[in-house]
């Protein structure tokens, strides 16, 4: 057996042990294109969650993993860190301030200094993400004990976390609205313990970005079929 | 920072805000910050057992005075006790605050951190009368994701004054009309002022007792000869009409 072909080996063996200690996810990733996109080299994007004026609650760390996602890899895209955007266009992008609706980028895009600030960073699109990861559901008991002896736990819990997101695509070059991508995904995590507790975690959240963030790459660099 | 029965003590630093993309107004305003302003506390117990003690310390002052000097061609910063008067200014703004609120995962059973802070902005004119009294709500939200201790409460009140700071920009002139306050004549002109308003109106008066001594006159000369064609064309150039037309506010038409 060459050095490869363990590696490999070792590589399927952890495969199968990372699967087999998963709890269960189900997914469904759509778009809705309203125009043709398209990114030039040198082009960036910037993701933005939308207002908590607004009511919503997408996590901190939802944003820097769709950022991360996006960036990654030979083929990865330019993104402007969302701080930087925020604060290079004070106060037009705060909570209370950011455009709520495409029909409010021609009057910001007039405001001193906010067209060229965008084309300092040569913004071509907008992401705004919308939505938030909530458990929705759980159930069983679960109980431990310690003693001088040593101890255990007992019993069998399960939850389920939902996570559904929105990402609103805004072209800047036409000031419009290029579509949208949605991920909605539910995961059911079980732990079951048998003296050992045995954690099959479903990850619906971390599924959400990789699968939002795949589609929204492809959404953004290729153009629609005709 | 969760710890039952134990006490928290948050302190900030003073905040920074990003140049705000504005022109800024041409007034010549001097800010007097007052002393509660300036080392405002916040004391509270959160579901009776956590004790909060949350200190704001410079962090207003520098947040207004920063700010101010961002929307207005000229801003003096004072103290409690200096006189204004002295000054040559066109407002004078006092902020203050009315009311701070907070709550933490435990209170909201969410992820979230969130402070409001109810600001009172107070213009006087330059002649030391209150011009506008603005209230005015912000809000700052923050999770725990990426910060720790209680940085995520500092971060929440941060971006409360940053959302205040957002407000002032887009709704201080519309909410307290400051900016009419530029080169308004002093308390010691008003007299001045108004003996000037008054020989105006005598000026006036005299004109219009010249024009309604020559309107009989000319409404002899152009009165026309009966007939449908001429008739409106020349009771259109009555000079008495075209005034009246000057007073309709504009934008009143529907063109």
New interface residues.
Partial sequence: MTEATIRSGKILTAGFAALALSGCITSRIEDAREGITGIESGESIVILAKS??LGN?T???YI?CIEDALSRGSNGLRVIPHKQFV??????F????APAETKGLPKLME????AE?IAEQNVRYIVWLDGDTDRVAGGGSLSCAAGPGGGGCFGFAWWQNDADYNAAVWDLNGLQSAGSVTADVSGTSFLPALVIPIPLIARARAAACKGLAEQLRNFIVDEPEV | MFMAGCGSNVTLDPVTIPAPLINPMPLSVAVRIPAEFEHYVHEDEVLGREKWRIDLGRSNAALFSQLFEFMFDDVTIIGPDDDPSALSIDALIEPSIDAFEFSVPSQSRTESYAVWIRYRLKIYDNAGDMYANWPLSAYGKSEEFGLTGDEPLKRAAILAMRDAAALMIMNLDKSTAISTLKDRPAATLASGAKEGVASATAQEEEVAQEKIARLPKRRQVTLPPPGPVAGPAVLSMDPDEDASRENFPEGSSND
Avoid: A, M, N, Q
């Fill in positions: 908590y004026h609650e996590e901190g760390k820097s604060d290079s266009l004070f106060p037009w705060e909570p209370r301030t405001r001193p200094g906010v600030r």
